[in-house]
């Protein structure tokens, strides 16, 4: 399709929501599942319900377990599905469905968390928010690199900040304190989202420390290098008088390490 059809359709479809929000809304049966690093979530859908579905992040797989569907995607194509049937889902798109029959629908997705909010608001959903994180242009997601500059460059207006300061700040390096990240399982190499970044080189599961950014007063290479993310996989902790990353999800062997600044800026405003 093109671009000025993706972007008709996700109006029409955005529009259709905004009217159904205003109806009486049917209760939905929700069973959440967990398993070595897979979240189902399980949905009944009383038959004559019509719901719309939310924007995803990340690729998902769709299992329609019973019953009977007719769909509306913003890629314009209309189909009746019927149980059983898988769909694979690619980021970015919005749904809309009408439930023919009672309907169990099950969307499986990859995550280490099993904290609902996190999984919806740090990892997987997008929303209304976030439309703009879509490109119309090639009917696929941003890329996250661009996604991060953007985030970066709000975070910089929140605070008053311009990129002049925050370089000069990264630049300093009185308090430069060099660590051997071989032994942490990291290294350094050029980053998408700016110069260079922090990347790990083994896996570290959710709450593992992943390294010391500050150590007793000084900034380790995780304090100088750690790039923003507007969906960081790490977050700045207290470790006594140091402060340390501690990942949030599961970081994968070639993944870049991000943190969201705002959280580092207040956690280092109430330890000042």
């Not at 309907?103 to 703009?132: M, P, Y």
């Not at 942490?184 to 083994?202: M, N």
């Not at 969201?260 to 000042?272: G, N, Q, S």
Request: aromatic share 8%; glycine share 10%; with cysteine.
């Amino acid at each position: 399709m093109t671009q000025i059809q993706l972007a008709d359709c996700r109006g029409k479809i955005t529009f259709l929501e905004r009217k159904m929000a205003k109806l009486s809304q049917v209760e939905l049966g929700l069973v959440h599942h967990f398993k070595n690093g897979m979240y189902a979530r399980e949905m009944r859908v009383p038959k004559g319900t019509f719901i719309s579905g939310k924007i995803h992040s990340t690729g998902t797989i769709g299992v329609l377990a019973q019953g009977s569907m007719r769909v509306w995607g913003e890629d314009g194509v209309m189909k009746t599905v019927a149980a059983p049937y898988i769909h694979t889902a690619e980021p970015g798109f919005k749904r809309v469905g009408l439930a023919i029959e009672d309907v169990v629908w099950v969307t499986i997705h990859r995550t280490d968390s099993t904290d609902l909010n996190q999984i919806e608001e740090d990892e997987f959903i997008i929303e209304e928010g976030g439309v703009d994180m879509f490109d119309f242009a090639t009917g696929k997601m941003k890329p996250q690199y661009e996604l991060d500059r953007n985030d970066y460059h709000t975070l910089l207006a929140e605070y008053g900040m311009s990129e002049a300061q925050v370089a000069l700040e990264s630049a300093y390096e009185d308090d430069r304190l060099d660590v051997d990240l071989s032994v942490l399982g990291v290294e350094l190499r050029t980053s998408d989202i700016d110069g260079l970044g922090v990347f790990a080189t083994k896996l570290f599961s959710a709450g593992d420390v992943v390294g010391v950014a500050n150590f007793e007063g000084k900034r380790t290479q995780f304090g100088r290098y750690v790039n923003h993310a507007a969906k960081p996989n790490v977050f700045l902790s207290s470790a006594g008088e140091d402060l340390v990353f501690v990942a949030r999800t599961r970081i994968e062997p070639g993944q870049e390490i991000t943190t969201d600044y705002r959280f580092t800026l207040e956690v280092r405003k109430c330890l000042a």
